[in-house]
Every structure is written in C-alpha cells, then in structure tokens.
C-alpha cells in the first residue's frame, strides 16, 4: 500500500502516543474493583457471543447474507476438494513436527509474540530470511534456537532483556527492527515468570489441566496470562475477542492433529482469530461492508485505538461471519456432501483458509484498506 508523504507526521504522532500498560488496559482488572469476580463471568461473552452482541449493535459495519451464500460455497468446495485441512500448519517448515520435544512451549513462545508486524510508515518492511511477519517471527526463533539459545525455555525468557531480544529479532535489514520490541520482552517476562511460579516453568501443564477441553484452556490462559486479554467494552458489555488466546490452542491443535496435546473434545467452540488481514477477505467476498464513514478513516491511515468502537465492530463482525459460513458449510455438506467428513469444519481451519488466501491473493486485495491499531493483541 502506498503511503502518502503527509500522512507520516499524523501517524508517528500517534504511535508515539501508544504506551503498553496491561494492567490499566485490561478492563477485566478495573471492574474488579467495583464488582465480584460471579458477576464479571456472568456478564462476558464467548468470543462467539460477543461476534453476535457486537453485529447487533454495530453502526459501522453491515454483514451481507449474499456475500455469506458466496463464502459458503467457496469454502464448501475446498472441504470437498481436500483443501481445508489441518496440514496447512504442519506441513510449514518453520512449524514444529508434534514429534519436537519442544513443540508446545515453541508454539506457546511464538503466541506470546505474535502481534503487531508492520509499522506506521511500513507495512511488509520487517523480514527474517526472507520471510515477512509472522512467519519472521517464526524464522528468528528457529535461527536462536539453531544458534544455541533456549527461547522456549522460561527461565530463560523470563530474564531476557530488550537489547538480547533485539538480536533474535534481527531483521534481514540492518536498519530494521521488529515493531514493538519493548512490549515483546514485557509479555514474555510475564508468561515467563508465571510459568516458573505455578506451572513448573512449563506451559505444558496449562494444557494438561485443562483436561482435553479448549474452552477449560481458553479460560485459563486468560486468567493466568494478562497480555492474552484481548477484550473490549462495548454497546454496555464485556466481549472477548481473545485472538492470540484462540489462535495458541489452534495451533497446538493443528500441531498435534487433534491428538495427544492437541486433543480438545470441544474444538469447535473456538473461533476464527480477528485479525486485521481476514476482514480484507471478508470484504472481498462482500460478506462484510463498510459504511463510509468508517471507510474515510480506513483510508486516511489513521491509527485507531484499541477498543475503539469501529476496531471491535471490524473484529466482531469478523468472528460473526466465520461462524455463519461455518454453520452453513456443515448444512451444505450434510445434505449435499454425506460422504464428507464435517468433524474437521470448524473455524479454525476456515481462519486458516481465508489468511492464506489473503496472503495469495495481497496484490489483488490491496484495494481494501485494513484497520490500523499498535496492539499487543493481534
């Protein structure tokens, strides 16, 4: 996307003002000190439900039932030709085998960190051998790794400091650094060090404790882990959007092959992981519309703030929409399809699907604008 010269000054402007303080962001921790921890469960929803509450209320955003019908039978069609399915994650090189020893505290690593790839100023700029936002991450913890260093070790990630950090993170450039490095190395001090206080320094047993359940794990990531909080006040509720919660248990699913660790009775309960790259597919496929004001502000590149109103719609309706089309393909395979598994449909395999295609297709996609927010979550 090109940037317009007099736009660079607005938006460093803003990202200067962006200041990472999860404690002060959580709105789970502020309404601890008003109201019992009952009445916080009763009043926050799935990330299922907050999609639903959140296209309710929604005054920027539209879902478009064609644009849904269309989606459908795109994804319809690559279940049937076998080209939704689990092998997108571990046929990845960079991806760990489920026989790695250190297959679940790499993925639980690279989780922790993965947010926020592109800069004000740059969107694709940051590369590792090659390689261009997440997959750079990936790349930089494989390359500490061969080099000799345990990331995925917590007593040695609890205790490394930024200008450490910034050399597993080197970039393919010399004068380029991985956005938010200063937030990186506070999220992994504080996974770190929990693990090392409660789980035995090791994120293994989190997944154990949740006794084969994702829904078990989802809420005890959350709990333990305050940067994975990815929630928003909105139209009088709390709602979770919960991306990287969502996107971990995911990848130890597809990791796993929805077996051993990654075995989780309710896998479908988790949803697709709300991004700011899906909703340009959504888009695309005119299942989700714009009004035009929110179409003037994604096209002045103006940084947003995380829980703004136009943010959490963009994201909620993102949810919203997969898990339509989701029930819809399982109905179209059923009647249509009986000879074809639906025990692998579910969201995040449809996740998986429509960021691969965004990637395939980013030249053609480029049209779209996508929201712009400096976030630890996503």
């Known amino acids: 996307m090109r940037k317009l010269p007099e736009k660079r000054q607005k938006i460093t402007q803003h990202m200067h003002r962006f200041v990472w303080t999860i404690t002060q962001r959580s709105p789970f921790a502020r309404l601890q000190t008003t109201i019992s921890k009952s009445t916080i469960q009763m009043m926050t929803l799935s990330p299922r439900e907050s999609g ?3 296209v309710k209320n929604a005054k920027y955003v539209r879902v478009k039932p064609a644009g849904i019908e269309r989606l459908t039978q795109e994804i319809v069609k690559a279940v049937v030709e076998k080209r939704l399915n689990v092998d997108n994650f571990s046929q990845h090189e960079l991806h760990p085998k489920p026989t790695d020893p250190h297959a679940v505290e790499w993925i639980f690593v690279v989780d922790t960190l993965n947010f ?5 100023t740059d969107y694709t700029k ?3 051998n090659g390689y261009t936002g997440y997959f750079a991450l990936c790349a930089a913890i494989n390359r500490a790794m061969a080099e000799g260093m345990d990331i995925t070790d917590a ?3 609890s205790e490394l400091d930024s200008a450490t950090l910034k050399t597993v993170f080197r970039a393919d450039e010399a004068d380029t ?4 490095l200063l937030e990186r190395v506070k999220c992994l001090h504080e996974v770190g060090k929990r693990l090392l206080d409660k789980w035995h320094g090791k994120f293994e047993n989190v997944v154990k404790a949740a006794n084969n359940s994702a829904v078990r794990l989802l809420q005890l990531i959350v709990d333990e882990f305050p940067c994975f909080r990815d929630q928003a006040d909105y139209a009088g509720l709390r709602v979770n959007i919960l991306k990287r919660a969502q996107i971990l248990i995911g990848d130890l699913w597809a990791c796993f092959r929805g077996e051993g660790l990654g075995s989780f009775h309710d896998i479908g309960e988790i949803t697709m992981f709300a991004d700011y790259r899906v909703p340009q597919v959504l888009v695309h496929f005119n299942c989700l519309e714009y009004t035009p004001d929110l179409m003037e502000v994604l096209s002045s590149d103006t940084i947003m703030q995380n829980g703004d109103a136009m943010e959490v719609e963009i994201r909620g309706a993102s949810i919203y929409i997969t898990e339509q089309v989701k029930d819809a393909v399982r109905k179209v395979l059923e009647k249509h399809h009986p000879e074809v598994s639906r025990a692998n449909v579910n969201s995040i395999l449809m996740d998986h699907f ?3 295609y965004r990637r395939a297709h980013a030249k053609e996609l480029e049209y779209i604008p996508f929201h712009k927010v400096l976030s630890i979550y996503y």
């Open 116 to 120: 926020c790839f592109w800069t004000p």
């Open 155 to 157: 007593a040695v990630y």
């Open 126 to 128: 940051y590369k590792v």
């Open 354 to 356: 429509l960021w691969d």
């Open 52 to 54: 639903e509450h959140i």
């Open 177 to 180: 650094n991985i956005p938010l």
